[in-house]
């Protein structure tokens, strides 16, 4: 069916609908509001690029050089065929993207149709021409397009793209920890009474945790990699300048009864709900090493209760015990450490 037989047969059915003017959009108003080199961009930007620049041109002369204005705009009625390009866009599950005088762009997440609303305009699915428009007809604002459209465009339209499927991300993203090795430089921390100093124990043990959260793909900061002095408020400014998610300072212990081992993971009285989760997830992860766990201690050092994010503060064990300090410089038993504060760090983090 023709578009000019929808119009006749609306007219010769004597509809009860309301009188509309056949729109004429064309040359003398194109001119005005958008001229030939208007309509060249707007098809460049709505239209594959792969379209050759000459096919354009044609188009866009068309469109804009064509036809002639009428000087008697013929009354008809608005037919049982017309719909409105509200409900046209309805129909098709498309949205009115843009419009104006010479065309109208209805979009959704997989398709983008153009309708050129002049006199002989045509419409585009997806880039491609299709055919003509038909009759276009304006009621006030209303603009009112043939129905036929409708199953026409409906053939060309691209099923819309099922929705991403979004897995929960194993990791925050931009997790940063910060590892603090405690003591450094002068200060040795406490001294087994075999020699061994706990500023190399914490640094031994601190590397290895990171290196493990670095293979995991955290941001990874350390207050100190060597065997330096940092003051106890530059170790939380170090976490607080960069908004870490966790610190995690690593010590060694001591006690005056020799006889006292295991770890103990310390968190500042007033703690935050994360900071307690975070010692609880790394409390929880040490005690598979078979080592004493002394549980979540409150205490409020330094370094915690500067640290303006969650922080915790790991005691390894206490190198006033032989059975610790002997272990605590093992590497195999660094490592099952490390790898066990790492867990409890990841735990919490994800
Ligand atoms: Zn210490």
Do not use: W
């Given at each position: 069916?023709?578009?000019?037989?929808?119009?006749?047969?609306?007219?010769?059915?004597?509809?009860?609908?309301?009188?509309?003017?056949?729109?004429?959009?064309?040359?003398?108003?194109?001119?005005?509001?958008s001229?030939?080199?208007?309509?060249?961009?707007?098809?460049?930007?709505?239209?594959?690029?792969?379209?050759?620049s000459?096919?354009?041109?044609?188009?866009?002369?068309?469109?804009?050089?064509?036809?002639q204005?009428?000087?008697?705009?013929?009354?008809?009625v608005?037919?049982?065929?017309?719909?409105?390009?509200?409900?046209?866009?309805?129909?098709?599950?498309?949205?009115?993207?843009?419009?104006?005088?010479?065309?109208?762009?209805?979009?959704?997440?997989?398709?983008?149709?153009?309708?050129?609303?002049?006199?002989?305009?045509?419409?585009?699915?997806?880039?491609?021409?299709?055919?003509?428009?038909g009759?276009v007809?304006?009621?006030?604002?209303t603009?009112?397009?043939?129905?036929?459209?409708?199953?026409?465009?409906r053939?060309?339209?691209?099923?819309a793209?099922?929705?991403?499927?979004?897995?929960?991300?194993?990791?925050?993203?931009?997790?940063?920890?910060?590892?603090?090795?405690?003591?450094?430089?002068?200060?040795?921390?406490?001294?087994?009474?075999?020699?061994?100093?706990?500023?190399?124990?914490?640094?031994?043990?601190?590397?290895?945790?990171?290196?493990?959260?670095?293979?995991?793909?955290?941001?990874?900061?350390?207050?100190?990699?060597?065997?330096?002095?940092?003051?106890?408020?530059?170790?939380?400014?170090?976490?607080?300048?960069?908004?870490?998610?966790?610190?995690?300072?690593?010590?060694?212990?001591?006690?005056?009864?020799?006889?006292?081992?295991?770890?103990?993971?310390?968190?500042?009285?007033?703690?935050?709900?994360?900071?307690?989760?975070?010692?609880?997830?790394?409390?929880?992860?040490?005690?598979?090493?078979?080592?004493d766990?002394?549980?979540?201690?409150?205490?409020?050092?330094?370094?915690?209760?500067?640290?303006?994010?969650?922080?915790?503060?790991?005691?390894l064990?206490?190198?006033?015990?032989?059975?610790?300090?002997?272990r605590?410089?093992?590497?195999?038993?660094?490592?099952?450490?490390?790898?066990?504060?790492?867990?409890?760090?990841?735990?919490?983090?994800?």
């Open positions: 069916m023709s578009t000019s037989n929808h119009v006749i047969a609306s007219e010769t059915k004597q509809s009860p609908a309301a009188e509309v003017e056949i729109a004429t959009v064309c040359c003398a108003d194109l001119a005005m509001t001229g030939p080199s208007h309509v060249l961009t707007f098809l460049r930007s709505h239209l594959p690029t792969f379209l050759p000459c096919f354009l041109a044609f188009l866009a002369l068309s469109i804009a050089g064509c036809q204005p009428q000087k008697q705009t013929p009354k008809v608005v037919g049982d065929h017309a719909t409105t390009i509200e409900d046209l866009a309805l129909r098709l599950g498309l949205r009115i993207e843009e419009r104006d005088d010479a065309f109208v762009v209805l979009k959704n997440a997989a398709n983008t149709v153009i309708i050129f609303t002049h006199t002989e305009g045509r419409f585009f699915v997806n880039g491609k021409p299709m055919g003509p428009v009759e007809k304006r009621q006030g604002g603009l009112y397009v043939p129905d036929f459209l409708i199953p026409q465009i053939r060309y339209l691209r099923s793209a099922p929705p991403p499927v979004v897995r929960p991300s194993p990791l925050k993203p931009k997790a940063l920890v910060v590892i603090d090795p405690g003591h450094g430089g002068q200060d040795p921390g406490t001294i087994s009474p075999g020699g061994l100093y706990e500023k190399n124990i914490n640094l031994q043990v601190a590397q290895r945790v990171a290196g493990l959260l670095e293979q995991k793909g955290l941001g990874v900061v350390m207050t100190r990699r060597d065997d330096r002095f940092i003051e106890l408020e530059e170790r939380a400014d170090i976490a607080n300048r960069r908004n870490a998610d966790l610190f995690v300072s690593i010590h060694s212990d001591s006690a005056p009864n020799r006889s006292v081992q295991g770890f103990t993971v310390y968190v500042a009285r007033a703690g935050s709900p994360d900071a307690f989760r975070a010692a609880g997830a790394i409390s929880q992860a040490m005690a598979g090493t078979g080592s766990s002394h549980g979540i201690r409150e205490a409020d050092y330094k370094v915690l209760v500067q640290t303006s994010g969650p922080a915790v503060l790991v005691e064990g206490y190198l006033s015990n032989s059975q610790d300090a002997a605590l410089r093992d590497p195999a038993y660094q490592n099952r450490l490390a790898q066990a504060i790492a867990n409890g760090i990841l735990t919490y983090i994800r």
